[in-house]
C-alpha cells in the first residue's frame, strides 16, 4: 500500500509539475485512511502539494466521479458489453474482459467530462453553491427490509429468499388474461420453487426434503449458536456533565434516552443469546426428549 500511494503521487506530480510552474498543486483524495499514507503525505509536504480530503459519507457530492464519470462510463461498458456479445457470438471471459472495458474507458472518460466533473462538484472553477443545503441533508430512512439481532438459521433464509423472490416476480394475473397453460400439465413448479427444495438438502432442514420417513430416534438437527457482544457506548461522562445552554440540555436528554434504549436492547440480546445457548446445549448432542450433555434430562 505503501509502494503504491508512493508510486501514485509521483505520478501525479510528474504529470502536473509542468503545469503548475511552481505554484502550489491541490490534490482532492478520498478521506478513507487507506488512501495515503504517511509517506504519501511527506512526499507531498516536500513538493508543494496540498492534500484536501473530502468529508466523510459526502462523496456522492463532492467526488467528481461519482457525479459525472461513472455513470456515462456504466452506460458505455454495456453497449460494449452488448455489442462484443452479438458480434462475436461469445460470452465475456476474464481474458477479453480488458479489450472491451478499455474500449468503454476510452469512450466515457474524455477531457470534457472531466472537467465536467470539476465543475458540477463546484471544485473548478471554484464554485460555493454548487453545493445546496438539500444536497448535504440528512438522508431519510427508506429501507423496507428488516434486521433481526440473531442471524437468522439456512432453511428460513432460503425459504424467505423464495418468497421475495416470488412476492416480486409473480404478480396476480388479470382476469381477462387468456389461459395460455398446458392442460397435461397444469401444474408447473417455477424456478425458484425447485432451487429453494434443492438447496434445503445442504441444510439443517434437510429431513423435510428427503424422500425417506422421518422416524422418533432420528436426530434433532442441531442449532448452531450465533454469539454476539452487547452494545458498546462511551457516554457516561457526557450523561453527567453540567450544561450551560438549553441546547445543551435537550442534547444530554437525547443521549439519556438513547444509552437507556441501548441497555435495554443489550439486556433482550443477551437474553435471548442466553436461551439460544440452552437450546443448542439439549439439542446438539442429537439425543431426543431433552437430554443434554450437561446432565439433566435423561441420564
Known amino acids: 500500500m505503501v509502494k503504491f500511494g508512493l508510486a501514485w503521487i509521483k505520478d501525479f506530480d ?4 509542468a503545469k503548475a510552474n511552481g505554484c502550489t498543486h491541490l490534490l482532492l483524495v478520498n478521506g478513507h485512511n487507506s488512501h495515503y ?3 504519501f503525505l511527506e512526499y507531498a509536504c516536500a513538493n508543494n502539494i496540498q492534500i484536501l480530503c473530502y468529508p466523510a459519507h459526502t462523496t456522492h457530492v463532492y467526488q467528481g466521479l461519482d457525479i459525472a464519470v461513472f455513470g456515462p462510463l456504466k452506460q458505455m461498458w454495456s453497449e460494449e458489453w452488448n455489442k462484443y456479445e452479438r458480434e462475436t457470438k ?3 471471459t476474464k481474458e477479453t474482459f480488458l479489450s472491451v472495458y478499455g474500449t468503454a474507458h476510452t469512450r466515457a472518460v474524455t477531457e470534457d467530462t472531466v472537467h465536467t466533473a470539476f465543475c458540477k462538484t463546484g471544485a473548478w472553477p471554484f464554485n460555493p453553491d454548487a453545493v445546496t443545503k438539500d444536497m448535504m441533508a440528512p438522508s431519510c430512512d427508506t429501507s423496507s427490509q428488516c434486521h433481526l439481532p440473531v442471524p437468522q438459521p439456512s432453511p428460513i433464509k432460503a425459504i424467505a429468499k423464495m418468497m421475495a423472490a416470488l412476492t416480486i416476480s409473480s404478480p396476480s394475473p388479470s382476469p381477462n388474461e387468456s389461459d395460455t ?7 408447473v413448479i417455477p424456478p425458484i ?3 429453494t427444495f ?21 436426530p434433532l438437527p442441531p442449532i448452531i449458536p450465533h454469539t454476539f457482544s452487547p452494545i458498546p457506548h ?9 450544561v450551560s445552554t438549553d441546547k445543551e440540555r435537550k442534547l444530554q436528554v437525547a443521549l439519556c434516552a438513547t444509552v437507556a434504549k441501548c441497555e435495554q436492547q443489550e439486556k433482550t440480546l443477551l437474553a435471548m443469546q442466553s436461551s439460544i445457548m440452552l437450546w443448542d446445549g439439549c439439542v446438539l448432542d442429537g439425543r431426543g426428549g431433552g437430554g443434554s450433555r450437561w446432565g439433566w434430562g435423561h441420564p
Open 14 to 17: 510528474t504529470k502536473t509539475h
Open 37 to 39: 499514507t504517511c509517506a
Open 90 to 92: 461469445k460470452s465475456l
Open 181 to 187: 397453460s398446458d392442460s397435461r400439465n397444469p401444474f
Open 193 to 195: 420453487i425447485s432451487n
Open 198 to 218: 434443492n438447496s434445503l438438502h445442504e441444510t439443517s432442514a434437510s429431513f423435510l426434503t428427503t424422500s425417506s420417513p422421518v422416524q422418533s430416534l432420528s
Open 234 to 242: 462511551h457516554a457516561k461522562d457526557l450523561m453527567t456533565m453540567e
